[in-house]
């Protein structure tokens, strides 16, 4: 599932860059917390790559980079474990 480590990772990073970390953090934790159709494992993926998002707000990670990274970062967790 690539593209929804994408759609996560994107989501996070426009929400913590337009509205600070702690925002986006609330907004995407409350998310999964709602999701009740996603097993364990499909939550820890998109909790790290929430936070996979906010952090490359943090270090100043250009928009046109992220579908790069998400491809290449051995952070980013592309299928649910």
């Known amino acids: 599932m690539p593209e929804d480590a994408y759609r ?3 989501w996070s ?4 860059r ?3 970390p702690e925002f986006a953090r609330r907004v995407t ?7 009740t159709g996603n097993t364990e494992a499909d939550h820890r993926m998109d909790y790290n790559n929430n936070d996979i998002g906010r952090r490359y707000a ?3 990670v250009q928009e046109a980079e ?11 967790v ?3 474990r």
Do not use: K
Request: net charge negative; charged share 25%.
């Open 8 to 10: 996560h990772v994107l």
């Open 13 to 16: 990073f426009l929400l913590t």
């Open 18 to 20: 337009t509205y600070g």
């Open 29 to 35: 934790d409350a998310h999964e917390i709602g999701d």
């Open 58 to 60: 943090a270090e100043g």
């Open 66 to 76: 992220l579908l790069g990274r998400v491809r290449t970062d051995g952070r980013v």
């Open 78 to 80: 592309r299928s649910p």
